[in-house]
């Protein structure tokens, strides 16, 4: 990723900025095409195994299914349901939602849910602004009252520290990340929330489970131990697959699995944890991407 932020997207002229909707998307039947995202797997969570556990989260759901789109999750139905959880559970003392990679709208859509009832802010950050499009676009069509508290960022998570949450004392945000998961960029993401630490009252993290090619380097788990330690106490977050599930197997794509008996997620409260890292004299320009020369 950090190839394709240095080469391809920093080289927009809306990189660190909050992004306008794109007009040809409004009356498109397929947005994706429109913005030429390939659909792999296809992959629906399966919200309805929740159904009747929670209204708001059932009117939610409705909404998300209620669209006629074709698109593809990123998470399982559990991530999704606990995600929202830990949003219903200390949304009185929360003023924003940041969703840091928001590919198709997965977590996004749930998020947007808890905008209206809960009286909350939706943040999309991600640095591919193909993604941020048809996300929006999703949530205008399930969501469409809730617009006006909906915003694209067009950045990665330390840019958006540097841009927002440096300049924003009273934000209290719940940051969802399911962006890079190589270790390196992990690594950078949280760095960067030490610096606007005060703004932020937790942090829901994805793909701890995950392993693959060692050049993926997708080791979100042993990131989130080398920031907070390795005894941090967190909340496990969605599935958890045993070790006879065909997803513990690597996949014939690009190698990835996932661990058994080890959680899809993790939430960290930040109130009293214990930072490993980084060293206090360093700076948050240490962790912003650098410009180089466009790729080709």
């Known amino acids: 990723m950090t190839d ?23 009356d498109a039947e397929n947005p994706h095409e429109a913005l030429e995202i390939p659909i792999q797997g296809g992959h ?3 919200l309805e195994t929740f159904a009747g556990k929670n209204a708001i989260f059932d009117r939610t759901a409705a909404r998300i299914r209620g669209v006629d789109l074709a698109y593809e999750d990123q998470c399982s139905a559990y991530h999704y349901f606990d995600l929202f959880g830990r949003v219903e559970r200390c949304h009185g003392e929360l003023s924003r939602l940041v969703d840091v990679g ?7 859509a749930v998020l947007a849910g808890c905008v209206e009832p809960m009286g909350l802010e939706l943040d999309l ?33 330390p840019t958006y520290a540097a841009v927002v949450l440096s300049s924003q004392p009273q934000t209290r945000a719940l940051v969802h990340h399911d962006g890079a998961h190589g270790f390196d960029q992990v690594i950078r993401d949280l760095s960067a929330l030490f610096f606007v630490r005060d703004r932020v009252h937790g942090l829901a993290i994805q793909g701890t489970h995950l392993r693959g090619d060692i050049r993926y380097l997708n080791f979100v788990d042993a990131a989130v ?9 967190y909340e496990p977050l969605g599935a ?16 990835n699995y996932f661990l058994a008996g080890q959680p899809e997620g993790m939430y960290v409260p930040f109130d009293g944890v214990e930072w490993r890292y980084p060293h206090p004299t360093m700076e948050l320009d240490d962790f912003l991407p650098v410009k180089a020369p466009p790729a080709g």
């Open 4 to 26: 394709y932020v240095s080469t391809v997207a920093m080289q927009r002229d809306t990189w660190g900025t909050f992004l306008d909707p794109d007009p040809r998307l409004a």
């Open 44 to 46: 629906h969570a399966d």
């Open 102 to 108: 928001v590919f198709m709208g997965g977590s996004a």
């Open 125 to 157: 950050v991600d640095v591919n602004d193909a993604y941020l499009q048809f996300t929006y676009e999703r949530l205008r069509r399930a969501f469409p009252r809730a617009m006006t508290r909906v915003r694209m960022f067009h950045g990665d998570l």
């Open 225 to 233: 131990y080398a920031m907070f330690g390795v005894g941090v106490k």
């Open 240 to 255: 958890n697959f045993p070790v006879d599930a065909p997803v513990t197997v690597p996949n014939e794509w690009d190698g």
